[in-house]
């Protein structure tokens, strides 16, 4: 029987693509668990939409990832350039790639303007969450594929 395929932030497997240039990759133990039980489809949503490695952090400001899909909120860098379309084009393409795919399941970065599926940045730079998804992770909510963070391994592993 073929394993379900889970949709998985690049940074999580240790592919340097955030905004930083680095890679927030799970302990190896994680991955093996995750890659016996699923076909794991590594993707980035803020590549993808055409935005550099590095480029400069990004924050939702006005809401949260489904305010910006609607166009009634921004992904906007700190020096106030807005990044939505980017973000935006993103968030489709990885649909686009998890319904080719058949994953009903993704695993992404918890907090990202992109990935985050409870909380994401305040959009002041502060530091400070607010309850809310990222833009590719309100997307694929909206097209029912359910959303883990790293913060929830035990809960997609059950």
Not at 71 to 83: F, I, L, N, Y
Not at 145 to 152: A, D, L, M, P, R
């Amino acid at each position: 029987m073929d394993k379900p395929v889970l949709l998985v932030s690049a940074c999580l497997l240790g592919q340097p693509v955030r905004y930083d240039a680095a890679s927030k990759g799970l302990p190896e133990h994680w991955q093996v668990r995750l890659a016996a039980r699923y076909t794991l489809l590594p993707f980035c949503p803020e590549c993808a939409g055409g935005l550099p490695t590095p480029r400069p952090a990004a924050e939702i400001r006005g809401g949260s990832g489904a305010q910006v899909l609607a166009g009634v909120a921004q992904v906007r860098t700190e020096a106030g350039d807005d990044v939505s379309a980017a973000f935006v084009s993103g968030a489709r393409l990885t649909l686009q790639q998890a319904q080719q795919h058949g994953c009903r399941l993704a695993l992404l970065k918890a907090n990202s303007p992109s990935c985050g599926n409870r909380q994401v940045y305040s959009g002041r730079f502060d530091g400070q969450l607010q309850a809310g998804a990222g833009v590719t992770a309100a997307l694929l909510q909206q097209h029912d594929i359910t959303v883990y963070s790293e913060q929830q391994l035990d809960a997609l592993l059950a």
